[in-house]
C-alpha cells in the first residue's frame, strides 16, 4: 500500500517563524548571533529569473571560444546538447529532493541523510571548492573583456573593481542578492534573445555586408576540429570530449536555485516552478547561442584563442566585428561584463551557503555558523570571498589562460558534485520505495526518475574520466592542466574515506531514513498557489 506524501501531518514541515522578515537587510555587526537562523527574503519573481539565467556568465559568452576551436561548430554543438541533458537531469533530481526539504545547505545537507555523513562531507567541500574556485574564473574573464576597450591599463585594476562589485552585493544580505540578480539575469535574458535574434539575421545576409553566411563555416574549415593535428575520426572525437569540460564549466552553478530554497519564501511553490524553466534555459539560451555560434564565427579564428594575450573578445563580439557592425560590439562587451558580475556574486552566494550548510552539519568549524541579527552568514561570506584574491594572477600570466586554469578547475569539481546529487537522489529514491511513500502527492515529481539519476551518474563520471585526457598526448604534457582537471578527482576518494574512518556512521537504510525532521511547522497552505494581484502578474505566473 502506498503512503501519501503530501501536505498532511506527515509531510516535513518548514519552519517559519524563525524567519523574520522585519529586520533590515544590511549587516548588523553590533549584534553577533551564532545561531540566527537564514531569512527567507528570496521571492518568487527573483528565484524565476535566477533559475533562467542566474548563472548564464562567461562560460556562454566567452569559454564557448576554446570549445569552439577545439571542438569545431558541430563538436561544440554536440558538446553542449550532451552536458544539457545532463544538467536537465541534475536539476529534477535535486529539485525534487529539495521542494520536499527546503533546508539550509541544500543537497550537501541531504546527503548527509540519505547516504551518509562521510560522503556528505566528501561532497561538501568538493562543491564548496567548485563554487569558490568559479568566482576567479569569472573575474579573470572580467579582465578579458574589459581588455577590448584598454589593453593598455593593469588588469589589477579591473580585478578590483568586479571583486568589489560581487562582495559588496553579496555582503548586504540575501534580498539585495535577490535583487540584483533579478537585474542582472534579465539583462542577460534579454541580451541573448536579441542576440539569437540578430544571428539569425546576420547568418542569413542581413547585415551591412549583406553576405549570406548559411553554413559556410560548417564546410570551411569544417564541423569538426582535428584535435592537436590527430588525424580522422579519433581527432574529431577527442575535440568533441575536450567540449564537454568547457560545456560543464558553463553549465556549472545551476544548483544556485535549490541551494536558495532555505531563504526563498513559499519554497514549496516557488522551487517547483523554478525547475520547471530549467530546459528553457539550456534550449533556448545555450544549445540555442551556442549553435548560432558555430554559424557566424569559423573555428580557425585567431582571436578565438584565450591561450593568446591578444584574447580580447567573445565568439558574439567577433561575429559581429566580422559582420561590420559598428559600435554595438563595445555595448555587447559591457552587458557581457555584467554577466560576469552576476555570475561572481551567484558564485559567492553559492560558496558562503555551501560552507554555512558544512558548519551546520559539523564539517566546517562552528563559527562560520554565525550570522547578523537579520540572519545574514557575513562570516562565511568574507572567508570565501578572501579567495578571490586567486584572481590577481592575471597580472602576471594572460587572462585567458587563467581563465582557462579555473575553468578546467571548476568543471571536474561540479561534475563531481552532479555525480553526488545522482548518487544522493537513487538514494532518496529507495527511501521512498523502502517506506511506501508515493511519489505523486511530492511537491514536485519527474516521469523520467530514478533513470535520469542513473544519467547522469554513468555520464559524469564517464566525462570526469576523459577530462584531461589531452596531457597524455606525446610532447602534450602540462602540469597546469593535470593537476586542474584531476586533483579533485584524486582528493574525494580521499575526502570520504578519511570521513568514513574517522565518523564511523554507516550507510544508512532506506527503511530507516528520514522524511520528516530537521524542518517544522510549514502549513498546507505555504504549498498552493497564489493568487494574482493584477494583470502583469498574472501573465508573470503563466509565464514562470
Not at 544590511?26 to 537562523?37: E, F, I, K, S, Y
Not at 575536450?242 to 511553490?269: D, H
Request: hydrophobic share 45%; aromatic share 14%; charged share 10%.
Amino acid at each position: 500500500m502506498m503512503v501519501s506524501l503530501g501536505f498532511t501531518d506527515k509531510t516535513p514541515k518548514v519552519l517559519t517563524d524563525a524567519y523574520d522578515v522585519e529586520h533590515s537587510e544590511l549587516l548588523d555587526t553590533a549584534v553577533l548571533l551564532p545561531r540566527t537562523p537564514l531569512q527567507r527574503r528570496l521571492k518568487g519573481r527573483h528565484v524565476a529569473m535566477i533559475s533562467i539565467g542566474g548563472v548564464i556568465g562567461t562560460g556562454l559568452f566567452l569559454g564557448t571560444a576554446t570549445a569552439l576551436t577545439e571542438g569545431g561548430p558541430v563538436g561544440l554543438l554536440l558538446g553542449y546538447t550532451f552536458m544539457g541533458t545532463m544538467c536537465y537531469c541534475v536539476m529534477i533530481s535535486v529539485g525534487e529532493m529539495i521542494a520536499l526539504l527546503p533546508i539550509p545547505g541544500g543537497h550537501i545537507k541531504l546527503a548527509e541523510r540519505f547516504v551518509d555523513p562521510a560522503f556528505s562531507f566528501a561532497m561538501g567541500w568538493n562543491c564548496w571548492y567548485c563554487w569558490t574556485f568559479t568566482i576567479p574564473a569569472e573575474l579573470s574573464a572580467a579582465a578579458t573583456l574589459i581588455n577590448y576597450w584598454n589593453p593598455g591599463v593593469n588588469n589589477a585594476v579591473w580585478i578590483t573593481m568586479c571583486l568589489v562589485v560581487a562582495v559588496g552585493i553579496n555582503l548586504f544580505g540575501v534580498g539585495t542578492y535577490g535583487e540584483m540578480e533579478f537585474i542582472f539575469a534579465s539583462v542577460k535574458v534579454v541580451t541573448i534573445t536579441g542576440l539569437l535574434i540578430l544571428g539569425i539575421v546576420l547568418d542569413l545576409g542581413g547585415g551591412p555586408s549583406h553576405d549570406r553566411i548559411g553554413f559556410r563555416y560548417w564546410k570551411n574549415p569544417g564541423p569538426f576540429v582535428q584535435f592537436n593535428g590527430i588525424a580522422g575520426a579519433k581527432g574529431q572525437f577527442l575535440g568533441f570530449v575536450r567540449v564537454l569540460i568547457q560545456a560543464a564549466f558553463s553549465f556549472i552553478g545551476t544548483e544556485v536555485v535549490t541551494m536558495a530554497a532555505a531563504e526563498t519564501k513559499n519554497p514549496r511553490y516557488t522551487m517547483p516552478r523554478a525547475i520547471r524553466t530549467v530546459y528553457i534555459r539550456i534550449l533556448l539560451f545555450y544549445i540555442g547561442g551556442v549553435f548560432i555560434i558555430g554559424l557566424l564565427v569559423p573555428s580557425n579564428d585567431p582571436l578565438l584563442s584565450l591561450n593568446s594575450s591578444n584574447a580580447l573578445s567573445s565568439p558574439f563580439v567577433i561575429a559581429i566585428n566580422r559582420a561590420g557592425i559598428r559600435y554595438l560590439p563595445s555595448i555587447l562587451n559591457a552587458v557581457i561584463l555584467t554577466s560576469a558580475w552576476s555570475a561572481s556574486s551567484s558564485d559567492l552566494y553559492l560558496s558562503s551557503r555551501c560552507l554555512y550548510g558544512l558548519a551546520a552539519a559539523g564539517n566546517a568549524p562552528k563559527f562560520f555558523l554565525r550570522t547578523s541579527r537579520s540572519g545574514h552568514p557575513y562570516v562565511a561570506v568574507i572567508f570565501c570571498s578572501l579567495f578571490s584574491l586567486l584572481s590577481y594572477m592575471v597580472v602576471s600570466t594572460s587572462s585567458g589562460i587563467v581563465f582557462t586554469w579555473f575553468a578546467d578547475m571548476t568543471a571536474t569539481t561540479g561534475l563531481l558534485a552532479w555525480f553526488c546529487i545522482g548518487v544522493t537522489y537513487i538514494r532518496f529514491h529507495q527511501g521512498l520505495l523502502a517506506q511506501g511513500y508515493d511519489r505523486k502527492c511530492l511537491p514536485y515529481a519527474s516521469r523520467l526518475q530514478p533513470y535520469a539519476s542513473w544519467w547522469v551518474i554513468a555520464s559524469s563520471s564517464t566525462t570526469l574520466l576523459f577530462s584531461g585526457w589531452q596531457v597524455f598526448l606525446k610532447a602534450n604534457w602540462s602540469n597546469a592542466t593535470f593537476v586542474t582537471t584531476y586533483l579533485p578527482v584524486m582528493l574525494f576518494p580521499v575526502l570520504y574515506l578519511s570521513a568514513k574512518f574517522l565518523k564511523r556512521v554507516p550507510l544508512g537504510k532506506p527503511s530507516e531514513m528520514d522524511f520528516k525532521s530537521g524542518t517544522e511547522d510549514m502549513d498546507a497552505e505555504g504549498s498552493k498557489e497564489p493568487l494574482p494581484k493584477n494583470w502583469w502578474e498574472a501573465v508573470w505566473m503563466s509565464l514562470t
